[in-house]
């Protein structure tokens, strides 16, 4: 078996692949729009910036309470 520690516990990551990239997609808009809510707010940007931050939060919380559902 080489050289394995008996005493420490093999971690297996339960988490689905459609589930992980849902989870990275929702960060990564939610940090976008956090940006873009700092550029300017007199443009478009800062309207299309809280519209991503929103969506991403809900998705980013949506998609966290479906991983907790699938593990629990």
């Known amino acids: 078996m080489g050289r ?6 093999e971690l297996v990551e339960l988490t689905s692949k459609p589930l992980k990239l849902q989870s990275a997609i929702s960060a ?6 956090i940006i873009m809510l700092f ?9 299309i910036g809280a519209l ?5 939060f809900f998705w980013h919380l949506v ?7 699938n593990h629990r």
């Open 28 to 33: 990564l808009m939610l940090v976008a729009g």
């Open 52 to 56: 991503l931050v929103g969506i991403g």
């Open 4 to 9: 394995r520690h008996k005493n420490k516990p």
């Open 39 to 47: 550029l300017d707010r007199e443009s478009p940007a800062f309207l």
């Open 63 to 69: 998609t966290r309470v479906r991983i907790w559902w």
